[in-house]
């Protein structure tokens, strides 16, 4: 009897643990090789299983990617959720289980309609339904699209294909790669490895490919600034002032920069509270013909809240005024921090879920472009920017700019918050703009348009970023077409993979 449930257990907990080593292909461990081996070996696990054997399996492996990948939720739940340790551990297994499922489809449906060992079960078939599952994944439930495999290959010749498809496409060759692997060692079939060789050395030949061009005649100098404000304290009446004159004063030394960005809520107050200060800021940032930008909480005559962007100083709205139409709000809110699903059952249980300001609105998917200075920005706050189709739905011709705001403070040292830069670098990749992403302890940073880290504050510190950064023109192919060349890939291909299938019977 023992033996028999060992043996059972084997392929589960085997995935378990290769589905852990996936996270060691994203930062800040970046050893990326992983990601096409991990879904490899996730292939050959499932083999000849029932898709019953074959969900529990896929289940387990994705108990592992989210277990370890994600583990960075926890401190936060874990540091201000105000719940006992075992509740915040509950909770976050919850969390993790749930993102689990969508490998636990991906299995049991290659297995369930996909049965054979054939060529186009992993290299055709097993790549659709992938992204299908990472769909779901960004979709339900506002979606958390956290951890796509493509990601972990911003820094190899595969990073190179995001100018045509964006991070699902270079998840798409993941996992083509990942079934030619697994397929060639099943059937010893082992020409299928040119597969993976030949989408690698295209990526080398892509990275000569000049999709925009940087505009060396229009530099704008940005001031970057990172406050450090432990997040214990930062709501506390008592350091309001203190908070709000540390940027301040921190500002008023860089007066001579063209655009300075404070991070997401830097101000701990309702702009309702304070709007003398922010006019007499207004006016001093016009007066050294400068720019300011800060994140900051808005409360609406609807008595809504709003966690928003506002710009003060050099910009076509004029001297400041308290005008909820001139914000960019939010889009995208995080699950319990900003927003509690199912309230009305979940608020009473833990005063995690009435955390202040929980209750946040939305502004629209698609806003207007922020101008500061005569520079055009398109925002994501914090977790928008993990939201690649409003990211690339935002950005314009006229854009210069992709400008991120961020409040990572909440997950400590973790590796939370260098994954989140990883993430932000493939949106300059994927539209060829420069991403400036100020952030409350770290990572401060600017990219130029092809991904790459020019300028970087340390982490833990009081800091300011001084940057110089071109605009560029031109638009990359994905910022033209979006996914909608991988929609129709996936059809096809499972429209195809179902009609050889039925041919075969």
């Known amino acids: 009897m023992i033996n028999s449930v ?18 060691l292909a994203f ?10 081996i991990s879904p490899a070996i996730l292939l050959l696990l499932i083999h000849q299983q029932s898709a019953k054997r074959a969900l529990w399996i896929g289940y387990a492996w994705g ?21 006992p340790k075992i509740a915040s551990v509950f909770l976050m297994a919850l969390l993790v289980g749930y993102l689990a499922i969508y490998t636990a489809l991906f299995s049991w449906s290659i297995n369930r309609f996909f049965p054979k060992t054939t060529r186009r079960r992993f290299m055709l078939v097993a790549p659709a339904l992938w ?9 339900v439930m506002t979606g958390f699209p956290w951890l796509w495999l493509g990601y972990s290959q911003i820094d190899t010749p595969l990073g190179n294909f995001a100018p045509l498809g964006g991070v699902e496409f270079i998840t798409l060759l993941i996992v083509v790669s990942s079934g030619a692997i697994a397929y060639a060692s099943l059937q010893r079939q082992w020409f299928l490895l040119l597969t993976p060789a030949v989408i690698f050395m295209t990526g080398f030949g892509l990275h000569s490919a000049q999709w925009v061009t940087p505009n060396s005649d229009q530099i704008t100098k940005v001031a970057l600034i990172q406050g450090n404000i432990p997040q214990e304290l930062k709501w506390q009446p008592s350091q309001r002032w203190p908070t709000i004159m540390k940027y301040t004063d921190l500002t008023r030394e860089n007066w001579d920069a063209d655009i300075i960005i404070w991070p997401e809520a830097a101000v701990p107050a309702l702009e309702y509270e304070i709007s003398s200060f922010l006019s ?5 940032a016009r007066m050294n013909n400068s720019a300011v930008i800060t994140g900051i909480i808005n409360q609406g005559e609807d008595k809504k809240f709003y966690n928003s962007i506002l710009t003060l100083g050099k910009n076509p709205s004029g001297d400041y005024r308290y005008d909820m139409n001139l914000r960019y709000h939010k889009h995208h809110l ?19 879920f009435n955390l202040p300001m929980s209750s946040f609105s939305r502004g629209d998917f698609v806003q207007q ?19 690649n189709e409003q990211v690339r739905q935002n950005v314009t011709q006229d854009t210069d700019f992709i400008l991120t705001l961020s409040n990572d403070a ?3 040292r973790s590796i939370g918050p260098l994954q989140h830069m990883e993430i932000a670098r493939m949106r300059a990749l994927e539209l060829g703009k420069p991403v400036i992403r100020a952030t409350n302890n770290g990572v401060t940073a600017v990219t130029d348009y092809k991904g790459h880290i020019t300028a970087q504050a340390p982490q833990f510190e009081t800091a300011v970023l001084r940057a110089e950064i071109p605009s560029t023109s031109g638009e990359t192919p994905y910022r033209q077409l979006g996914s909608w060349p991988l929609y129709i890939w996936v059809v096809f291909s499972l429209a195809l993979g179902w009609r050889l299938r039925v041919a075969c019977k």
């Open 6 to 23: 060992f043996h059972r257990l084997k392929r589960p907990l085997a995935a378990v643990f290769v589905g852990a080593l996936t996270t």
């Open 27 to 36: 930062a800040p461990y970046q050893l990326w090789p992983l990601a096409i």
């Open 63 to 83: 108990l592992g990617q989210f277990a370890t990948g994600i583990s960075w939720v926890h401190v936060s739940i874990d540091n201000f959720g105000g719940m």
């Open 131 to 139: 992204l299908i599952c990472d769909w779901l994944r960004g979709w």
């Open 280 to 284: 007499n800021l207004d006016s001093a």
């Open 334 to 352: 995080l699950p319990f921090g900003e927003f509690v699903p199912f309230e009305q059952i979940l608020r009473p249980l833990a005063p995690f």
């Open 369 to 387: 472009n922020i101008d500061a200075n005569g520079k055009q920005m398109a925002p994501a706050l914090c977790y928008e920017i993990i939201f």
């Open 410 to 412: 909440w997950f400590g």
